[in-house]
């Protein structure tokens, strides 16, 4: 059955620095998104991405994050210079033409910002 | 942002018997509600999802019930299973972007 993937699993890096989360999503998916999950916290949103640009972005995607589909298979999440607070599960997600009913979540990456 | 709420934090229930989540949402907006399960340290598992314009959707054990004018869904498993023991949250999307909004999360544990 076809899945999202995401690399790293676990990224530790310090405060300052510049990370790039990976994912792949599900080969014949046109809309990608991002989420997030501080822990203790909900599933939020973070950004959608659709036709190589990005159809709709939260509050939370300020200048310090970026998203790019370099290939026709991958999809990234950099993150310019990270701060304690962005330590969290960042989860991809990807969907089909329909878009709206089924959304597949990827296994996430722990960023853990020191 | 309280748009999507899950007023149960847990819920407890005998394998084989009904469970039952619950969640209410405040936009009128929402064309799509979503259900996933959550397992620790895994992504969210998409389950179901009904669109506005319907009020049930069945797959197997899963049964989705939305109520639009009290605006709230409830998902229905029978018969409970001990793995399904998990976090289930509840979702909402409109809009172009598609942006899923999600509850809190309801933890679920099914006794054998």
């Known amino acids: 059955e076809p899945e999202v993937t995401q690399t790293p699993s676990h990224q530790v890096t310090q405060m300052g620095q510049e990370v790039i989360l990976r994912c792949v999503p599900i080969?014949?998916?046109?809309?990608f998104y991002w989420y997030r999950q501080i822990l203790g916290q909900k599933v939020e949103f973070l950004v959608s991405?659709?036709?190589?640009?990005?159809?709709?972005k939260s509050e939370i995607f300020d200048d310090q994050f970026s998203v790019e589909r370099p290939d026709g298979s991958n999809f990234t999440l950099k993150i310019r210079s990270t701060k304690l607070e962005d330590s969290a599960m960042y989860f991809c997600a990807s969907s089909d033409e329909g878009g709206k009913d089924t959304q597949y979540f990827g296994p996430g990456t722990r960023l853990t910002v020191l | 942002d309280q748009q999507v709420k899950q007023n149960s934090p847990s819920l407890s229930v005998q394998e084989g018997r009904i469970s039952i989540l619950n969640c209410d949402y405040t936009n009128s907006m929402f064309d799509y509600f979503l259900w996933y399960k959550k397992y620790p340290a895994e992504g969210p598992t998409f389950l179901i999802s009904?669109?506005?314009i319907k009020d049930k959707n069945e797959d197997g054990r899963f049964t989705v019930f939305l109520n639009k004018s009290a605006k709230h869904l409830s998902l229905h498993i029978v018969p409970s299973q001990p793995g399904d023991s998990a976090v289930y949250f509840c979702a909402a999307s409109w809009g172009y972007g598609n942006k899923l909004v999600f509850g809190a999360g309801t933890i679920l544990r099914v006794k054998s």
């Open positions: 080969s014949n998916h046109l809309y």
């Open positions: 991405f659709y036709n190589n640009e990005i159809s709709e």
């Open positions: 009904i669109s506005s």
